[in-house]
C-alpha cells in the first residue's frame, strides 16, 4: 500500500521536470507567471510524498462521498492526486498564473479563478474540501477564518475538510526535505514570516508562523470540529534519507467538520 501511495505520488510530476534555480516564491505578494512556471516545474518530490501520504486513509474513513474541491489548487498537483484516489475533484486558486499551468498540465481537470476570496459554486457543494498548503500563506488571523469560513460555506453538512500545511517545528529543525538556516527563523512569534529552501526544487519560500494552538483556535472560531491532528513522520523503508523528520514532521493535517 505504502509503495503503491509513493508511486501515485511520483506520477504528479510533469515529464519535462526542470529543475528552477533559486526562485524566490513569497506568500504576501502576487505570483508572476515566471513564479508560476517555475512551480509547475517541480513536484516537491519527498514534501509532497510526506505531507500527502496519510491522506488516502482520512479520507476512507471520514469521507462519504466524492464531490472534491481542491481549496487552493496552485498548478494543479494537489488535484490530480485526489482524482487519482477516486475523487470527483475541482480546483480553485486566487492566482490567475497558477491556474493557467494547472488547465495547462491537467487539462481534463476543472480548475476556477477566484475574485475577493469567494469561491464560486453554490453552497453546501463538497463532500470533501482539500486544502494544500495554504494556511500558512494567510497572515492574519481574520484572513485564515475568511478562508475556513468560505470552506465551511460550500461543504455539505456532513462534508470533511482535510487541511494540510507547515508544523510549528517547519522552520526549526534539521531536515532532509528543506533548508531551514536563516536568522529570520529565531524566536518565532505567532504570525511572523519565515523562510525555506526547498531543497530539491531549489526554491525559497517565504510563509507565515503559527502554532497548533493558533490553528486550533482558528478551526474553533471559523465553526470547526476538530477530528484528527496529525504529523506524518518518516519511516526508514521509505527511500529517502531522513534527518529529523523521523522524530518530528514539518507537517501538520487538520480533518475537520462543521460544528
Request: one cysteine or more; hydrophobic letters at 40%; proline letters at 3%.
Amino acid at each position: 500500500m505504502r509503495t503503491w501511495i509513493r508511486l501515485m505520488v511520483l506520477a504528479l510530476l510533469p515529464l519535462n521536470y526542470l529543475s528552477a534555480n533559486d526562485t524566490i516564491y513569497k506568500s504576501n505578494e502576487e505570483k508572476s507567471k515566471e513564479q508560476a512556471i517555475a512551480y509547475a516545474k517541480h513536484g516537491q518530490t519527498s514534501s509532497r510524498y510526506l505531507a500527502y501520504r496519510d491522506i488516502p486513509f482520512f479520507i476512507t474513513k471520514y469521507v462519504k462521498g466524492n464531490k472534491t474541491l481542491d481549496y487552493g489548487s496552485g498548478a494543479g498537483f494537489s488535484t490530480r492526486f485526489l482524482c487519482d484516489l477516486n475523487m470527483e475533484a475541482e480546483g480553485v486558486d486566487i492566482s490567475e498564473e497558477m491556474l493557467a499551468q494547472a488547465s495547462m498540465i491537467y487539462p481534463e481537470i476543472p480548475f476556477y479563478f477566484m475574485q475577493n476570496g469567494n469561491i464560486p459554486v453554490l453552497d453546501q457543494n463538497y463532500d470533501l474540501v482539500f486544502s494544500s498548503y495554504v494556511l500558512f500563506e494567510l497572515g492574519s488571523e481574520q484572513e485564515v477564518l475568511n478562508y475556513l469560513g468560505e470552506a465551511k460555506r460550500v461543504m455539505k453538512e456532513d462534508g470533511v475538510l482535510i487541511a494540510v500545511t507547515g508544523s510549528q517545528d517547519m522552520y526549526s529543525r534539521d531536515w532532509y526535505i528543506f533548508n531551514t538556516d536563516y536568522p529570520e527563523n529565531k524566536n518565532l512569534e505567532s504570525g511572523d514570516l519565515a523562510r525555506i529552501y526547498l531543497r530539491e526544487a531549489e526554491i525559497e519560500f517565504t510563509d507565515f508562523y503559527w502554532t497548533e494552538a493558533d490553528y486550533r483556535l482558528f478551526f474553533k472560531k471559523a465553526g470547526f470540529d476538530l477530528l484528527e491532528v496529525h504529523y506524518p513522520l518518516g519511516k526508514e523503508d521509505e527511500g529517502y534519507a531522513w534527518k529529523d523528520e523521523v522524530a518530528c514532521s514539518p507537517f501538520v493535517v487538520f480533518v475537520a467538520k462543521k460544528q
